[in-house]
């Protein structure tokens, strides 16, 4: 839904280590998750070939588990990549924006708002990669939680956050597309 993100609401936000900063229950989780992050090259450069600048403004919380696996990934690549930022809102304090952006009728998160340069929304991605969603979503559904649980994070793992970058960069490339009319 385009105009719930002015330009002053996405500045306001603050940054990943302003929200890590800011009395999370699960610092050292989030901090470790930015710290171990990596960014391969390929995605680097494919994304360098977009029109900067993007803005991501993510809609999270700091106890989710799929945020905590995510978020992190995502302020690397926000860090790296020229003309990209990352900005994050609680889910909870911004319900018209969660309200715009339900998975399955429901306020999964987090929520990554893809933004052109004037902060005109071009796409969204989460709340998790599709793959891992899928499973959840049928084969996850028939494990015990704690089992569910030790799979997903197992995942994630194995993952190293790829996919949740391959999937936001394919959100920012159909918005460029988008954009430019093509």
Not at 135 to 151: A, I, S, V
């Amino acid at each position: 839904m385009s105009g719930l993100v002015s330009a002053e609401r996405y500045l306001a936000a603050p940054d990943f280590h302003q929200y890590v900063g800011a009395g999370m229950k699960n610092v050292d989780f989030w901090r470790a998750g930015f710290r171990t992050a990596s960014v391969h090259a390929d995605l680097v450069q494919r994304a360098s070939r977009l029109a900067s600048p993007w803005h991501l403004l993510v809609l999270s919380e700091d106890w989710c588990g799929d945020a905590m696996s995510t978020v992190p990934v995502l302020a690397k690549f926000a860090e790296v990549v020229p003309g990209m930022d990352l900005r994050i809102l609680a889910r909870d304090e911004n319900p018209d924006l969660i309200a715009s952006h339900l998975t399955s009728r429901t306020r999964s998160i987090p929520v990554v708002i893809a933004l052109d340069g004037d902060f005109v929304e071009r796409g969204w991605w989460g709340p998790r990669p599709s793959e891992l969603h899928r499973w959840m979503r049928t084969d996850g559904l028939h494990l015990p939680k704690d089992e569910r649980l030790r799979r997903t994070r197992l995942w994630y793992a194995r993952d190293r956050g790829r996919t949740t970058i391959e999937e936001t960069l394919a959100v920012l490339e159909r918005g460029e597309r988008r954009r430019n009319g093509t």
